[in-house]
């Protein structure tokens, strides 16, 4: 049998969940034998594949990198599963959103705050444009499922890929559901 | 004050009446364009020409066709003078003794005048609204003088039950059954409240029935009173009406003197102390529970029915809530018995109703007509179709909580009944026509800005669900839609009408759905416009 | 419902006997300190004021024996009141339907462009209040404005532009 | 013409970047820079927010070492309290910033640069990860992950959750371990002792193993920051900080977090969110330091614990100089330090202070202006708030560890591109080294700004008037 | 007084003549989802989760203030009820900002538990993001309005229980909000007398003990439930 191809991909975030699911241990070891991993920050494929089973989207689109990406994303995967809470509600990056133009963010923190050669980062091509507010990742695309937690516990996410592999669908449930 | 008095004030008013009577609208709209130079420019030629004695000036309320406002009435002869400018009173005097007036000279032939049935608005622009007399002068308190003085109060509440009289607020509730109900139910204390907070987009029956026949009002309202056992009065009126507000007070003050109001009145033991209630700038104070809330000094904010106003309303006593047009609708119900009352209207809906007109006819202003009448004689007939050339594409009946009728419906008759079948209601009484240059989006979305403005915040579903809905309509407006939205539009619609607390947050999505129901293109034609939507996350997954 | 009253001193403009609030002792008195009353001593207290600043709500709640969240709630929830000064002109928009559907959304554009101010706000230096107002009744008239208290109709995006530079060109 | 090449994304490595190298005419490397590409501005929004929840704020900047900033931050709020915290409760976040060393180290080295060092600089870069090093050597794979299982073990059975515990408090923690957790805990000692050291001794033979690779990745003179205890023993969660030359000359010592703005300046660049801390005294570029592992053994004068001072004896010895002035040594001074902690963590579960009730001073805002400091398992991390009276943020500054190593790790990129990077035909594995040399230095880019990839590394040839005129693109 | 019999989803159960529908299907042992309702204070019917089907009527009821009546057919947990109450979740999910993850009431949070009783796995609707305060200025305790859903507990259980009344709600709409007094800093507050009532009440984040940590804050209700019994039915031990 084929193995299951799997990318997981981090916008923007912290890479907990990533964590959270390195932290499935010695299970990884089992997953290997079902899933390969096509595309992740974790591997060093740099083009996100033309055709992918399931991805796992980390982090909130917060610039405008993350709103390529997520298109990438969608048109290649066959399921697009949302990873966390930066990806299911915006999370804590989405902090910002409130305080409005996040130039003026930029500013206080690259040219206020610095001591000296003030600039705020803008090197076209270079660092990514911020979109004006940082939103979950089904706002910009759609997505088939989600596993919410700050981050999803390994069980969690453990349940969620169980699930999928085994039944083609993964709803949560209950407790799995909880946000933070 | 008994009734010998009354009749005494009726001759005096008739008697001093000159031969000639120049009506000279002071109602809001025509008052904001100068009605009050116009009003003193009259009475400053007829100084000039020596005709005092014969003609006299009168401030009074609306006509009606306030499109053509300014508007000068000459009785008895009945020239209508339109859009009369005070530089055109000298030759409106002028005219009275043959010349030509400068003024346009209105067409009453038109069926805007000859189809209306004036039973509400019989004394609009006839009395003056801050004289007594001039009411009392055309029949005014003398069915309150024969409730009192001759019939029990069940038998008042028979009577309007007989009648056949539905709430003209909106919801139509059958008005002596509510009239029953509150008398029924025990209690020490009761009230009487008048709903004067006329705050539906695009209405002003209210308004203009307030300035024109306040009188009217207060004599429903002490009818009403006697009926169910109530000494204390509220007139919950809006504070963007200053001019209802200062003729009211003068109205009542002048009824109070004359014994009409206030304790003994027609020195009977029937006490009923009416109390004005200016409304701060808030729509929910429309709806009753709310209104109760601000009566008691409180934010308008409503709360769950059951229990009904009628038998816990204001400080939790039995309190009967009518609004404006309904109330004054009785004295003539008492007057001519309520028999020739439902006569009028149809087998369901009985009597007349007034109609605002705004929006794109050639005639926008008040309209009264009987209940059946189709709309197409209302919008086409009536108003004049839409002006310029245009083509009337759809009526929004009911203000807030109403709906939009397609041109091709326009055969409706205009009852309780049939709107509600076609998606609309009567609510009361704003019609706003809208022609072919007119977005059924833009106006979904301009309802909706105003629910959301005026959500009183309580319920979760109208507090918020409104913000949704008017944001998904804001995206598609401005070509941002995307293809889920219609659906998730209905999705919210549906809850948000089911959940919310009250008749504001329950009928706030009315607008979208209404506006979906006939005119979904023009939805879809917004979201096609979006310039990113081959790149939306639908689009996407489609093309998979 | 008890109600921990403030005894803190009231302002010296009370105090110091500022005929105003000698007024509004009057609109008190009318309504026989009757809590109830509290939306009409807030129109008294509006009128006379011009706004309803905390001292003012703090001086009604001690004469109505309310609680003083319970003041401030009823006054923030009415559009009529306001907690803060309005500006030295006010231009108040009429998005009643009628107006609305002659273009009264193009007025306020034209008015808050002219004027730097979103619709609800006063300018900071108190020159301008931009306000709407749900249909102020002349419908006939649309779409119609009321610049400083008075209702002006027909309307056009030149017309509110102009009569907004002259105020915002002389000041107060 | 010159030619621009630009990987991207820069993987394996906690955070996300792009390298831009420029060749000049020749083919040959002119400059190099490491850029990083996002940016979530933790400083601003923190405004406003309780001084007790940055803790549980400020963790959510990295889901790595979210302990490191847990502790900065409950630190910064012990002072902003005045209070010294329980016994017990310093002993306990020590315990957990430990586990995080561990778990840290263990991820950096087996799951994100082992593949480089066991399977090649060269090999096959679909397999070149950690799936293809459980498919090469399933049972170091185990350990490894093990390893590092354990270390995140501690963290859960101390505050709850794995990753992003909120545990650490101002005024001190909220929970001590039970009697059963610490013997869990002991229990897997002698496993992970083990582990380490073979992971070490894996990281002793690289040097002979690649040694082109030894001698080029980050092999310079820099300054080295980092705390060392009253004794100038090796330290992660307080004490003060030193500073030496590459030659170990101490250029400063003693100096403590409240100061941190007369010796860290902060520059931005136009090219990066990451910005670019200096040695104040130096200037900027000029005040070029390193922190981390490597620093840490740089500047401390011994361990504290037997098998680590062994190890960093040896170490010593098998430098030229006093000091390490090479990055690919901070794979050799991450494992020694593995070692280091679990010994550290060993000597803290003997304490029976692990299991005490009394773990929290309680007091109101007594300080407005505070900074607290702790050692992130990739070097320094300060935290700098400014509060009101109430206790609420008015402005935060966080100084991160990756960011004090920006100056250095852009050098290290500039050097090895240099060295391997020859047109015209560019190797996969050229880049791979680039990216490993970043590696070496175990980035936190999440922490500094946190970064994203996007773009496929590619290769453009751009002219002199910036027209791209070829772009090669590895997959 | 009278007992009422009705049926609640199927099942036949009596309750007291004044009762309401909540409190007949609670002692029933039928739980019917509320946010807004606190044992103890006056119900609002505000927060519309508790809302059930009567018989064949459309409209739809709030089961904490319908008072019980004979026969009446009551049903609590249709598809209808569900996919209305989990809209109603996402919506206060999306209304003010709710960042669990680093909330002081993350894990005892009744919003968060609705959204995983309901299945809320997102938020359909579009995240509002407002501009909300965050007052500490109280010695003990503190109020972030990002959190609040307005549900008009800490107004009730201050007028209604402690007496203070110094918590009202203020503006209207989707931009009301709570205040203390004169929407002054709450530590300015003259009227409130400290008893923490407000804290223990709040169903969220939103009121909060000052030093709680990320998921600390633990509402303990039963105080409060002590302290309404014991006025009530003049009971101090239970």
Redesign the interface.
């Known amino acids: 049998m084929d193995r299951v191809k799997v990318a997981t991909v981090w916008l923007g975030g912290c890479s907990g969940c990533h964590m959270s699911f390195l932290d499935m241990d010695e299970f990884l070891i089992d997953l290997a034998e079902k899933i390969q991993v096509v595309y992740s920050p974790i591997a060093d494929m740099k083009e996100f594949p033309e055709s992918v089973d399931v991805t796992l989207v980390e982090g909130s689109v917060a610039n405008e990198d993350h709103v390529e990406l997520c298109h990438k994303i969608r048109a290649a995967s066959r399921v697009v599963i949302s990873f966390g809470d930066c990806a299911v509600t915006g999370n804590v990056p989405a902090m910002r959103n409130p305080l409005g133009d996040p130039e003026k963010i930029l500013q206080l923190v690259y040219v206020d705050r610095a001591d000296t050669h003030p600039i705020a980062p803008k090197e076209a091509g270079i660092v990514p444009k911020l979109v004006d507010r940082v939103r979950p990742v089904h706002e910009e695309i759609d997505v088939d499922y989600f596993i919410p937690g700050c981050p999803p516990s390994s069980s969690r996410i453990k349940e969620a890929l169980t699930n999928l592999l085994e039944m083609g669908e993964t709803h949560l449930t209950g407790e799995n559901l909880r946000f933070g | 004050m008994d009734s010998n008095e009354l009749m005494e004030i009726k001759e005096a008013q008739i008697a001093s009446a000159k031969p000639i009577r120049l009506r000279c609208c002071l109602a809001a709209g025509c008052l904001y364009s100068e009605g009050e130079a116009i009003k003193e420019a009259l009475e400053n030629a007829l100084e000039e020409e020596g005709l005092t004695d014969q003609v006299e000036v009168l401030g009074v309320g609306c006509m009606g066709l306030c499109s053509e406002g300014p508007l000068v009435q000459v009785d008895p002869d009945g020239i209508l003078y339109e859009k009369v400018k005070p530089s055109d009173a000298r030759s409106i005097v002028a005219a009275l003794k043959g010349g030509k007036a400068t003024a346009k000279i209105g067409d009453l032939s038109h069926p805007f005048f000859t189809k209306q049935v004036p039973v509400v608005l019989e004394n609009s622009g006839k009395v003056d609204p801050e004289r007594i007399e001039t009411y009392i002068a055309r029949d005014g308190y003398q069915a309150l003088n024969t409730v009192i003085n001759e019939l029990h109060p069940s038998q008042v509440v028979e009577e309007v039950t007989k009648s056949g009289l539905r709430g003209r607020g909106g919801a139509g509730y059958r008005t002596g059954l509510k009239w029953e109900l509150v008398a029924k139910t025990p209690g020490d204390r009761k009230y009487v409240v008048c709903n004067a907070d006329e705050g539906d987009p695009g209405a002003f029956m209210d308004r203009s029935v307030l300035e024109s026949d306040p009188h009217r009002v207060l004599e429903g309202m002490a009818i009403a009173a006697y009926a169910v056992g109530a000494n204390q009065g509220y007139i919950y009126v809006r504070g963007e009406y200053p001019l209802c507000i200062k003729r009211l007070q003068i109205a009542i003050r002048q009824a109070r003197n004359l014994g009409l109001l206030g304790s003994a009145v027609f020195d009977t033991s029937f006490n009923f102390r009416v109390d004005l209630r200016i409304g701060a700038g808030a729509f929910v104070c429309g709806e009753e529970t709310a209104l109760m809330a601000s009566i008691e000094g409180r934010r308008g904010t409503p709360r769950p029915r059951p229990p009904f106003p009628a038998e816990s309303g204001l400080w939790n006593s039995p309190t009967l809530i009518n609004n404006v047009e309904t109330y004054a609708n009785i004295p003539l119900i008492i007057r001519k018995g309520a028999a020739w009352f439902s006569s009028m209207g149809t087998e369901r809906s009985k009597g007349t109703k007034v109609f605002s007109l705004a929006g794109k006819v050639k005639h926008t202003g008040l309209i009264e007509v009987p209940m059946g009448t189709p709309l197409r004689v209302i919008v086409n007939e009536m108003a004049g179709g839409a002006p310029d050339g245009g083509k009337v594409k759809a009526v929004y009946t009911g203000g807030l909580s109403g709906g939009c009728i397609p041109a091709e419906k326009l055969d409706t008759p205009v009852d309780y009944e049939s709107l509600v079948q076609i998606g609309a209601i009567m609510g009361s009484g704003g019609m706003i026509v809208m022609d072919e240059t007119d977005n059924m989006v833009d106006l979904a979305h301009f309802f909706m800005e105003f629910c959301v403005d005026e959500s009183c915040g309580k319920c979760v579903p109208c507090r918020a669900g409104t913000v949704q809905i008017y944001r998904l309509l804001d995206r598609i407006l401005n070509g941002m839609g995307e293809d889920g939205d219609i659906a998730k539009l209905q999705e919210l619609s549906e809850m948000v009408k089911s959940c919310s607390l009250c008749g504001l947050g329950q009928s706030a999505p009315n607008p979208v759905v209404s506006t979906l129901r006939y005119y979904r293109n023009e939805y879809i034609e917004c979201i096609h416009k979006n310039p990113k939507r081959n790149g939306n996350k639908n689009a996407v997954k489609a093309a998979k | 419902m008890s109600f921990s009253a403030i005894d803190s001193a009231l302002p010296s403009s009370v105090m110091g006997g500022d005929s105003r609030y000698k007024l509004l002792e009057t609109a008190i008195k009318r309504h026989q300190s009757q809590s109830d009353a509290l939306i009409e001593v807030l129109h008294a207290a509006q009128e006379i004021f011009g706004y309803l600043d905390t001292d003012l709500l703090v001086h009604i709640s001690k004469n109505l024996k309310l609680p003083l969240s319970k003041v401030y709630g009823v006054a923030t929830f009415y559009h009529f009141f306001s907690v803060s000064p309005r500006g030295a002109h006010t231009c108040v928009i009429c998005m009643g339907t009628a107006c609305y559907t002659k273009g009264a959304r193009k007025l306020s554009a034209a008015a808050e462009k002219i004027s730097g101010l979103k619709v609800g706000e006063t300018a900071s230096d108190g020159s301008l209040s931009l306000m709407t107002a749900r249909c102020i009744g002349a419908c006939g008239i649309a779409p119609a404005i009321v610049m400083d208290g008075k209702v002006v109709g027909g309307q056009s995006e030149e017309m509110v532009t102009e009569q907004l530079k002259g105020w915002i060109e002389d000041g107060f | 013409m010159s030619r621009q090449i630009i990987?991207?994304?820069v993987?394996?490595i906690?955070?996300?970047a792009?390298v831009?190298i420029y060749l000049d005419d020749s083919g040959e490397v002119n400059s190099a820079r490491f850029?990083v590409?996002?940016?979530?501005?933790f400083?601003?929004?923190c405004e406003?927010?309780?001084l007790?929840?940055m803790?549980?704020?400020t963790a959510?900047?990295?889901?790595?070492c979210?302990v490191s900033h847990l502790l900065a931050s409950a630190k910064t709020g012990d002072k902003a309290l005045a209070v010294s915290i329980p016994p017990a409760a310093e002993k306990l976040r020590r315990l957990m910033n430990l586990g995080q060393f561990t778990q840290s180290h263990a991820?950096s080295f087996f799951?994100?640069s082992s593949p480089d060092m066991i399977l090649g600089f060269d090999s096959d870069?679909?397999t070149?990860?950690?799936?293809g090093l459980?498919?090469a050597d399933?049972e170091l794979?185990?350990k490894g992950?093990?390893l590092?299982?354990w270390g995140?073990e501690i963290i859960e059975l101390l505050g709850a959750?794995?990753?992003?515990p909120?545990w650490a408090?101002?005024g001190g923690v909220?929970q001590s371990l039970t009697e059963e957790s610490r013997e869990q805990i002991r229990s897997r000692i002698p496993e992970s002792l083990a582990t380490a050291r073979e992971a070490l001794g894996i990281c002793k033979r690289m040097r002979e193993r690649y040694p082109a690779e030894s001698e080029s990745f980050g092999d310079f003179p820099s300054l080295y920051m980092g705390l060392v205890g009253a004794n100038g023993e090796w330290e992660h969660y307080s004490g003060s900080l030193r500073v030496v030359d590459h030659l170990g000359y101490r250029v400063a010592d003693g100096l403590s977090e409240d100061n941190y703005?007369d010796f860290v300046?902060?520059?931005?660049?136009?090219?990066?969110?990451l910005?670019?801390p200096?040695f104040?005294p130096l200037?900027?570029p000029g005040g070029i330091y390193r922190v981390g592992p490597l620093a840490r053994l740089n500047v401390c004068d011994r361990i504290g614990t037997p098998l680590a001072d062994r190890e960093l004896q040896e170490y010593r010895e098998m430098l030229s100089g006093a000091v390490a002035n090479n990055s690919f040594l901070y794979h050799h001074a991450r494992m020694i330090e593995i070692i280091a902690a679990i010994e550290g963590i060993e000597r803290l579960l003997e304490d029976d202070d692990v299991c005490s009730h009394h773990l929290r001073a309680?007091a109101?805002i007594n300080r407005l202006d505070v900074v607290g400091v702790s050692e992130a398992p990739r070097g320094t991390l300060f935290h700098h708030y400014h509060l009101d009276e109430?206790?609420?943020v008015l402005s935060a500054?966080l100084i991160i560890a990756t960011g004090q190593n920006n100056l250095a790790i852009n050098r290290t990129v500039e050097q090895i591109a240099k060295r391997f990077v020859k047109g015209p035909d560019i190797a996969e594995g050229m880049l791979?080294r680039v990216e490993a040399g970043i590696r070496a230095f175990d980035p936190c880019l999440?922490c500094s700004t946190?970064a994203?990839?996007?773009?496929?590394?590619s290769v453009e040839l751009v002219a002199s008037d910036g027209e791209v005129l070829r772009t090669i693109?590895?997959? | 007084m009278a007992v009422k019999t009705l049926t609640i989803d199927g099942r036949l159960v009596s309750a007291m003549e004044g009762q309401t529908v909540l409190e007949a299907a609670q002692e029933a042992g039928i739980h019917i989802p509320t946010l807004c309702h606190l044992d103890g204070v006056s119900d609002l019917g505000a927060c519309r989760m508790c809302l059930v089907e009567l018989g064949n009527s459309p409209k739809l009821q709030p089961a904490c203030v319908l008072k019980v009546a004979e026969g009446m057919e009551v049903r609590t947990n249709s598809d209808r009820l569900r996919k209305y109450r989990k809209m109603i979740v996402e919506l206060l999910l999306s209304e003010r900002n709710h960042v669990c993850s680093v909330c002081v009431s993350n894990g005892h949070c009744e919003l968060q538990d609705m959204a995983v009783e309901l299945g809320v796995d997102h938020s359909r609707f579009d995240y509002i993001y407002p501009v909300e305060r965050v007052d500490i200025t109280h010695q003990r305790f503190g109020v972030d309005h990002n959190r609040c859903i307005l549900c008009g507990r800490c107004v009730r259980v201050c007028d209604e229980v402690e007496g203070a009344h110094t918590w009202d709600m203020a503006g209207r709409g989707a931009k009301s909000f709570v205040i203390t007094d004169m929407n002054q800093p709450w530590g300015d507050s003259t009227s409130c007398t400290s008893c923490g009532k407000c804290v223990q009440a709040c169903p969220t984040g939103a009121i909060f003990q000052k030093g709680a940590t990320v998921g600390e804050m633990q509402k303990d209700r039963t105080r409060l439930e002590f302290i309404v019994t014991a006025r009530e039915k003049k009971q101090w031990i239970g």
């Open positions: 990987i991207d994304p993987t394996r906690e955070g996300h792009k831009s850029h590409t996002e940016f979530r501005g400083e601003k929004f406003g927010r309780t007790w929840e803790a549980g704020i959510r900047i990295c889901g790595i979210p991820l799951h994100l870069p679909a070149r990860n950690v799936f459980i498919a399933p794979a185990r992950i093990r590092r299982q995140q959750k794995k990753v992003h909120a408090v101002p909220r703005k300046g902060e520059a931005s660049e136009n090219w990066s969110y910005k670019f200096y104040k200037g900027y309680e109101g109430d206790g609420k500054n791979n999440s946190h994203a990839g996007r773009m496929p590394l693109t590895r997959d």
